[in-house]
């Protein structure tokens, strides 16, 4: 343990799709000490994804019994949650969930999209028809409602996984603007939930959770919270955000609107705005800390760091992630025809195709384990051009900011550079957690979260574009692109 560190703490727990990070900054915001712990969800059939929410808990007392080594965990004034964005979780009265919590990237409400897509356009609900897909809350409880409506029944109130996991601490149940702008069921503009869309999709109006800014004290930790988890009784609990905004506070994209990439199991492309913003393309996820509202416009794509996983831990049985032949980093390394499309878990931001899978394209009887390494790298990339071309203004974009763990990666950093023309400037940010540690700071301390988080957004360096590189990739892209399109109806005709 650090005997050095007096002062007060504050933790950020971060629950992400397979690990709880916590982590715990001092009065600076400087990152002082981190913790994880895995946890693995239940896949019942295929395409399903759900978890006891109790199972998250389990793994938070077990990071902070790991934390409790690094720092004295009597010290911590504060906590502030955050997590996995969509992840649908149903409580009764006493906050004990009614049923598994249906995971951001379950596919069991496939079939049914494009159906309610349809309704919410003819119903004259054109925006939430651009949020609905597998995974998001208003889909998530309508399959609940359908085929189990006596875990509805018993429920009070839904919440996301951050929310939850404050009530589990000792806060009083609700949301942030984060998550109810998210669930399909909100109206931005009117800051409001939508009765008739409600309606529609079997929820009754008293499931909708009251929606807070993100660094509301929501109460304290309770006895029975402190004694799991070794954090002290009467520590302030903030409302907390989801995770791509939590990040976001850290690398100067929520609060000045610098265009930034987060490298995680998904991709994520996000900027934000002043107000409120409905963009032609991109999810616009609300985000507000006393009486500041801003948009943060989110495009993704489902499986980035997640097909990093995929390759080394189905594939190659593998911990090391590192290339093999340090030949193929040469970003002119002849890849012939290879290429690699990303979409393991389907697509459903610019072409609305959850039924597209991922492949590989191209492959020999001369591919190696590196150059297919590579081609997953370049697809990721190749996705993440596609989600920066569709937006607007982002031809005016110099650089983006680089966070999440496949940043640390420094030939996927390059690699990205080259394919989107732009430099790319890596953050010493640590992520999600201790964006939400800022809140809980913000918040103890009075001072507004902008001046807060100024002393944190530290760059750590910077990777420049390679112009012949940047060349060759464009051709390579619009073949990549040329070829999606040709996957999209073969999927189509398989799943017909």
């Not at 982590?23 to 006891?52: F, L, M, Q």
């Not at 002043?274 to 393309?281: F, H, K, M, S, T």
Request: net charge negative; charged share 20%.
């Amino acid at each position: 343990m650090d005997e050095a560190i007096m002062g007060a703490l504050y933790l950020g727990v971060d629950v992400g799709t397979s690990s709880v990070k916590l982590t715990c900054i001092d009065e600076g915001g400087k990152v002082v000490a981190t913790a994880s712990e895995a946890y693995e969800c239940s896949e019942p059939h295929p395409g399903w994804r759900e978890i006891n929410p109790e199972t998250w808990w389990i793994a938070i007392c077990s990071a902070c019994s790991l934390l409790g080594e690094k720092v004295d965990l009597s010290l911590i004034k504060g906590v502030g949650a955050t997590g996995q964005m969509h992840t649908t979780v149903l409580i009764d009265a006493d906050g004990v969930p009614t049923c598994p919590a249906i995971m951001w990237n379950d596919q069991r409400t496939i079939d049914a999209v494009f159906t309610e897509k349809q309704w919410a356009l003819s119903a004259g609900y054109p925006r939430v028809a651009s949020f609905l897909s597998t995974g998001v809350p208003a889909i998530n409880l309508a399959w609940i409602a359908k085929n189990n409506p006596e875990g509805l029944s018993k429920s009070e109130v839904f919440l996301s996984v951050s929310d939850w996991i404050a009530l589990k601490f000792g806060g009083r149940a609700g949301t942030d603007y984060c998550g109810a702008s998210t669930t399909g069921l909100y109206d931005n503009e009117r800051q409001a939930w939508i009765g008739e869309v409600c309606e529609h999709f079997g929820i009754p109006e008293s499931l909708l959770p009251v929606v807070e800014p993100s660094d509301a004290v929501i109460g304290t930790v309770v006895e029975r919270a402190s004694s799991e988890t070794g954090i002290p009784a009467g520590a302030m609990i903030v409302r907390g955000t989801g995770d791509n905004p939590a990040a976001a506070i850290c690398t100067g994209c929520l609060l000045e609107g610098v265009p930034t990439i987060s490298l995680g199991t998904s991709g994520v492309l996000m900027y934000s705005s002043e107000g409120v913003d409905l963009p032609a393309v991109g999810k616009p996820v609300l985000f507000k800390w006393g009486n500041t509202l801003k948009t943060q416009i989110q495009l993704s794509i489902r499986s980035c760091g997640g097909a990093k996983e995929w390759w080394y831990g189905q594939i190659l049985s593998s911990e090391s992630y590192d290339l093999e032949d340090k030949a193929v980093e040469d970003p002119f390394y002849d890849m012939r025809e290879l290429m690699f499309y990303p979409h393991l878990s389907g697509e459903k931001v610019l072409h609305g195709c959850p039924s597209v899978r991922g492949a590989f394209l191209g492959l020999d009887l001369d591919t190696t384990r590196s150059e297919l390494e590579r081609a997953l790298m370049e697809g990721t990339a190749y996705a993440l051009r596609e989600l920066k071309e569709s937006v607007d203004h982002s031809e005016e974009w110099r650089s983006i900011r680089l966070v999440g763990g496949g940043a640390k990666n420094d030939f996927w950093a390059q690699t990205l550079s080259n394919v989107l023309g732009v430099d790319m400037v890596r953050m010493e940010s640590s992520g999600a957690g201790q964006g939400t540690a800022l809140l809980a700071l913000s918040a103890s301390c009075g001072q507004n979260l902008t001046a807060v988080a100024a002393g944190v957004c530290r760059k750590l360096d910077s990777i420049e574009k390679n112009d012949r590189a940047h060349e060759l990739y464009d051709a390579r892209f619009s073949r990549y692109m040329r070829i999606f399109e040709a996957l999209q109806i073969i999927y189509e005709l398989n799943c017909a």
